[in-house]
């Protein structure tokens, strides 16, 4: 990045959303994919609609905490007996 001539804050922004943008795609798949199959649409949008597409997406992305492979459920670690 020291090429670039860009504010090292900037360049590592960069980097980092260059990163990050994949993996969101492919965590937004996946929620899709499950939403589909458990049939979260609904048939008729409302005014409402879009901040519940959003609530939809939000909590499992921030459940997974943006850990590709991470179950959502938690998995700290804990051993099943």
């Not at 492919?26 to 979260?40: D, F």
């Not at 997974?64 to 998995?75: D, F, V, Y």
């Amino acid at each position: 990045m020291q090429q670039t001539r860009l504010p090292y804050r900037l360049a590592y922004t960069v980097l980092a959303a260059y990163r990050f943008v994949p993996i969101l795609q492919r965590e937004m798949a996946n929620i899709s994919a499950a939403h589909s199959v458990r049939g979260a649409y609904s048939r008729f949008p409302s005014p409402t609609a879009g901040m519940e597409r959003a609530l939809r997406y939000g909590v499992p992305l921030l459940a997974n905490g943006g850990a590709p492979g991470r179950p959502a459920g938690g998995g700290h670690g804990c051993a099943r007996l």
